[in-house]
């Protein structure tokens, strides 16, 4: 099992960048794929990035492709989601997942969920 704990949200002006950061507790992190995913307020959630066991494999939403960068550090358990030339349409809160397969981009192929952390940028 694994828990997942998201940090580094908060406010920006479009244009502005962010990084989060999923730390997950458990010794064998590095046997999960990961994702993001976001969910703004009365839309489904919807699928953001993904990164491979070894991190050597990355997909991201037609949305987000070019703008956000997936990245993984196994020895510090922790994944990233940096995110560069933010939009108001990005507001959302965000959440990483992982997965047994490799990597996903659907969320029922994911097993364990954060607790989620907001993004708002403002226009």
């Known amino acids: 099992q694994v828990q997942l704990v998201e940090s580094g949200g908060g406010s920006v002006q479009a244009g502005g960048s962010l990084r989060l950061s999923c730390a997950a507790s458990?010794?064998?992190?590095?046997?999960?794929?990961v994702g993001w995913f976001r969910q703004a307020p009365g839309k489904e959630r919807e699928f953001v990035a993904t990164?491979?066991?070894?991190?050597?494999?990355?997909d991201y939403a037609d949305s987000v492709r070019g703008r956000f960068s997936i990245s993984r550090d196994n020895a510090k358990n922790t994944v990233y989601l940096q995110m560069n030339s933010l939009e108001p349409e990005d507001t959302a809160a965000y959440y990483c997942?992982?997965?047994?397969?490799?990597?996903?981009?659907?969320?029922?192929?994911?097993?364990?969920w954060g607790q989620g952390t907001q993004v708002t940028v403002s226009s």
């Open positions: 997942a992982a997965t047994f397969a490799v990597r996903g981009t659907k969320t029922y192929e994911y097993h364990y």
């Open positions: 458990g010794r064998t992190f590095s046997s999960y794929g």
């Open positions: 990164i491979s066991r070894s991190g050597g494999s990355t």
